[in-house]
């Protein structure tokens, strides 16, 4: 496997006629649960007050955020994280209980960890901790005002300082046991999905934050006492209050002693892990930084392949049907997939697509956008204006273009594993990136700024269809070489997630 993009993604697609066996492994299931044993559980305060936003004023970033909130104590703290990542329900699997949170993962195996250092909240001591959503708690890792040796570590190109820096990493094991290889692909999809959780939550609480994806790898698991065999760190965000302030001088965070072995030992998640070489070699090859100056060759939609002539503005909605509270809406998402095979409303489908425009307000500090590192299609069938088949969205000038006509909804679900379910939506959302532009630009790195860009608008339209009533489910399992074919890609063009959205039956019921 040559460790690229293109090589890690090739040798990891799935072939109809070379699908290899795999038996899950039941009595070695991954534990959900990091701990540390000997560290004291600081639980968070449980019901903090929650914003009462309209989904679709967060969704398009009409919160007026960083113009008045501050953070200052636990119960802000505990309001932030409770927004970005926590456990909503629960279901019977695997003879226990399994809890099902706010943010979707693959195969709900749960690989992201959230770290937080802070510093002045009144009630906490300053530090780094990690954050435990199943608890809704704190381990304190380090003491002290970290931010200084946070700010050698990445670079987030304020002139202020930060009161929160959040790193999000992964553990291999709880994907892989299950995905082997091809895991580090829901690693990244996994990790964009509690990115955006996160940058919504800061906007429905008038906060304000920066996403970084070029910090320092290895300072980064130094500093959080990270086994890089079994756990690595792949985004972060500094979180900022008020407009003005003297960023703190940065410490090298070398001069921070190792944290024990214990700590490191908390990255394992079984008794018998296996260790997938093709993840390590990715995410290894992926550490090196790019260039500062490189930049992308223009919108990754110019480099699929794909082609419309008769672009048509998105028309603003008069107003969202069935409008919910964000609150509501991240606690209601679930992954549903009873299609009901009734038509969408085009202007549910434009409030859908208009959400997708707005991901640029959570734009990285380093490394691209969202939307230069990706490119969004819709296959669509029974939408109220639109004609059946493959249009692609320009979100800088707000526009939907038609690729080619035809019936494609259920040639898609044949081409994802013959999950039939698929068949029954009324659109698939796709999100796509030519894989040698990527490695061309950005080198191996390239690959975490598609991946975990395409969670990031997944984990939009996940919020969007259930805050207008609507089912949604994603899914990164598919022929890759086939969908290609299908979709009428580039040599190196590849479909990386696709999210199904549409009515289903029953609709869905208020909590």
Not at 284 to 302: I, L, N, V
């Amino acid at each position: 496997m040559k460790p690229t993009a293109e090589g890690y993604h090739h040798h990891t697609s799935y072939d109809r006629n070379a699908m290899t066996p795999h038996f899950l492994d039941w009595a070695n299931v991954p534990s959900q649960l990091k701990t540390y044993p000997g560290i004291e559980v600081l639980p968070l305060p449980r019901d903090p007050i929650l914003p009462d936003r309209n989904a679709s004023d967060v969704l398009l970033g009409r919160c007026n955020a960083g113009n008045a909130s501050t953070l200052s104590n636990a119960a802000d703290l505990s309001a932030l994280l409770a927004l970005t990542c926590t456990v909503t329900a629960k279901v019977r699997h695997g003879g226990g209980d399994h809890p099902l949170r706010s943010v979707p993962s693959a195969g709900a195996l749960y690989p992201t960890e959230i770290y937080a250092a802070f510093r002045g909240l009144s009630d906490l001591e300053d530090g780094l901790y990690h954050v435990s959503p199943l608890e809704h708690s704190l381990r304190c890792l380090r003491q002290g005002d970290l931010l200084p040796a946070v700010g050698a570590v990445l670079d987030l190109h304020q002139g202020r300082p930060p009161c929160l820096v959040v790193f999000l990493t992964a553990i291999f094991f709880r994907s892989a046991w299950k995905y082997r290889d091809r895991s580090y692909r829901y690693h990244l999809l996994d990790t964009g999905h509690v990115l955006e959780s996160l940058t919504l939550a800061l906007h429905a609480t008038g906060l304000s934050g920066t996403v970084s994806l070029d910090f320092d790898d290895s300072g980064a698991q130094r500093l959080l006492g990270l086994d890089p065999r079994r756990e690595v760190a792949l985004a972060a965000m500094g979180v900022f209050e008020g407009t003005s302030g003297q960023a703190p001088a940065e410490k090298d965070a070398a001069d921070l002693p190792d944290l024990p072995t214990g700590i490191l030992e908390a990255s394992r998640v079984s008794g018998r892990e296996k260790d997938y070489s093709a993840i390590r070699t990715i995410h290894e090859a992926g550490m090196k930084r790019p260039d500062p100056a490189a930049t992308s060759a223009g919108p990754m939609f110019d480099h699929l392949g794909l082609r419309s002539n008769a672009w048509t503005s998105l028309a603003p909605p008069p107003s969202w049907p069935n409008e919910r509270s964000y609150t509501d809406t991240l606690f209601l998402r679930r992954s549903r997939r009873n299609f009901s095979r009734e038509p969408l409303d085009q202007n549910a489908f434009a409030c859908l697509a208009q959400s997708l425009c707005k991901c640029a307000q959570g734009e990285p500090a380093d490394g691209p956008g969202a939307h230069a590192a990706v490119a969004t299609g819709f296959l669509v069938t029974q939408v109220q204006g639109m004609e059946d088949g493959l249009h692609v969205l320009d979100p800088g000038s707000e526009r939907i273009g038609p690729v080619k006509t035809g019936a494609f909804i259920a040639p898609m679900a044949r081409c994802s594993l013959d999950q039939a379910w698929l068949a029954g939506a009324a659109v698939h959302v796709l999100f796509m990136a030519d894989l040698a532009s990527l490695d061309r630009n950005w080198g191996a790195r390239g690959y975490r700024y598609a991946m975990t860009a395409a969670g990031r608008l997944g984990h939009r339209v996940y919020l969007a269809a259930t805050a207008l009533g609507l089912g949604c489910c994603g899914i990164g399992a598919f022929y890759d070489q086939e969908v290609a074919d299908l979709l009428g890609l580039d040599a190196a063009a590849r479909l990386l997630y696709l999210v199904a959205v549409g009515p289903v039956r029953g609709g869905i019921l208020p909590r």
